[in-house]
């Protein structure tokens, strides 16, 4: 499976913290190993998600005041891509996902919470800018679906380890499991 992590840029507190928490809950389920909330700390957003791994599992790391260009340059450093997720980007099709999976390079998704700098865009920055329908829609269903196409239905296969709770899936009805953590 394709290492993923995702950089939420542009991140305001208090107005964006669902959304956010969103996007890092989104990413954890769809088997990201974690997200860097760029540039600030938000006490709110890293508690959320903090009670999310520790009820439900996983390693998944959320790191939260890292500059947004020392971590792509890290992330590009060490040979990973760099995907902007953008309404103006290509369109994410099967052969553009391919395409990034053929790569099999670690990959940092951008996912902005407002109006992104230009050099986002730029090939410095991101390897590739992204379109997930090529119409204004919410960045957590972009990244839902570029992390279903990236990394194909492994996620759907993944275990949460030292999850205290677990889902049964059932046709109809809810049952959640109590687990020894």
Do not use: C
Not at 96 to 103: D, V
Request: no cysteine.
């Amino acid at each position: 499976m394709v290492r993923v992590v995702v950089l939420r840029w542009g991140h305001r507190a208090p107005r964006d913290r669902r959304v956010t928490t969103h996007v890092a809950l989104t990413a954890r389920a769809f088997g990201a190993e974690g997200m860097i909330l760029a540039d600030v700390r938000d006490e709110s957003v890293e508690k959320s998600v903090g009670k999310v791994v520790r009820l439900w599992g996983g390693s998944f790391k959320l790191e939260a005041g890292v500059p947004w260009r020392k971590a792509v340059e890290e992330w590009r450093g060490k040979g990973g891509l760099v995907v902007h997720l953008t309404a103006y980007g290509e369109p994410l099709t099967r052969q553009l996902a391919g395409k990034i999976r053929r790569l099999n390079k670690p990959v940092m998704v951008l996912v902005g919470s407002q109006k992104v700098p230009r050099e986002f865009f730029a090939e410095t920055v991101s390897d590739f800018n992204v379109s997930v329908g090529s119409q204004p829609h919410s960045e957590v269903s972009s990244l839902a679906i570029f992390l279903d196409r990236i990394l194909g239905e492994e996620w759907l296969k993944k275990e949460f380890e030292r999850a205290r709770l677990k889902i049964i899936p059932q046709e109809r009805g809810k049952k959640v499991l109590r687990l020894e953590a």
